[in-house]
């Protein structure tokens, strides 16, 4: 990351909720004092990229896992009640009605926030304070696995494409993807899809690969391996599988997630009683 670079200034405050600007700063204030490496992600971070407006009811702050106790600490510290509800992935910090994700992961456990996200983050300006964004390339490798039934970030990873894509790192989100070619593949294909004029941002050597490459996964998994994947893209909609006798794909090897991690994740969906994973 080039910390000589001097950050740009967007009108982010248009996004945070009445009220919520001061408990923002003094989030991000309390871990630049503290000393504390974090980036801003979310609808902050969207907006930096891309001009896509967003209410955001909550302010994103990614960190090295490394550094998630002193980063709660320092909040703890400016009167912050903070928690860890996932291990696996996220803590929180609240103030009254607002709250602050620190995010060291993602729910399904695959995409953990590495040095590379700090080398290639961009400097920026939020509510008067010098910050650095998630790299385009790790937002769409984290935003390309959420397809929940309530929630699904394919229109994100199409705007942050259709905003980045001549000056994306195509080898770097490619490396990310590893075995999960097929993931990024159908991302492009709907963004070719709904931005047909953008169609040759996309070089047609990384279709190819990619295309290649989800033909080898697919022959790759032997006929009498049961296995169901799709709990790395949602963690509820693909339960009746696992629970049908379908391996989850959170569990190693195809996944980084433990019993205990899957079963805490489960059990907080709401309105949903403890499912056995």
Not at 38 to 47: D, E, I, K, P
Not at 206 to 227: N, Q, S, T, Y
Not at 252 to 271: C, K
Request: aromatic fraction near 10%; charge should be neutral.
């Amino acid at each position: 990351m080039n910390q000589t670079a001097r950050p740009r200034t967007h009108p982010y405050s248009a996004a945070v909720p009445r009220g919520s600007d001061g408990v923002y700063a003094s989030a991000l204030r309390a871990l630049s004092e503290a000393g504390v490496p974090f980036l801003v992600g979310g609808a902050f971070a969207l907006r930096h990229f891309c001009p896509v407006e967003r209410p955001t009811k909550d302010l994103d702050l990614f960190v090295l896992e490394r550094d998630v106790g002193p980063a709660l600490e320092a909040l703890a510290g400016r009167g912050f009640a903070t928690s860890v509800p996932f291990p696996h992935w996220l803590a929180k910090a609240k103030w009254g009605a607002d709250f602050v994700d620190v995010i060291f992961n993602s729910g399904n456990g695959l995409t953990p926030v590495d040095d590379a996200w700090f080398r290639h983050a961009e400097p920026s300006s939020l509510l008067g304070c010098e910050v650095w964004v998630c790299p385009p390339e790790e937002m769409i490798w984290s935003k390309a696995y959420v397809m929940e039934r309530e929630r699904f970030d394919g229109a994100d990873v199409a705007h942050l494409l259709r905003a980045r894509a001549g000056r994306l790192d195509w080898g770097r989100l490619l490396r990310r993807f590893a075995d999960h070619a097929t993931v990024l593949l159908s991302h492009l294909l709907l963004f070719r899809f709904v931005y047909p004029d953008h169609s040759r941002a996309v070089p047609d050597r990384l279709l190819e690969e990619l295309f290649a490459r989800a033909r080898r996964e697919g022959r790759g998994c032997p006929d009498d391996d049961r296995l169901c994947r799709g709990t790395l893209l949602s963690r509820e909609q693909y339960l009746q599988d696992v629970a049908a006798g379908y391996r989850d794909g959170r569990l190693p090897p195809t996944g980084r997630m433990s019993p205990e991690d899957i079963a805490v994740w489960t059990n907080a969906i709401q309105g949903r009683a403890l499912t056995r994973a």
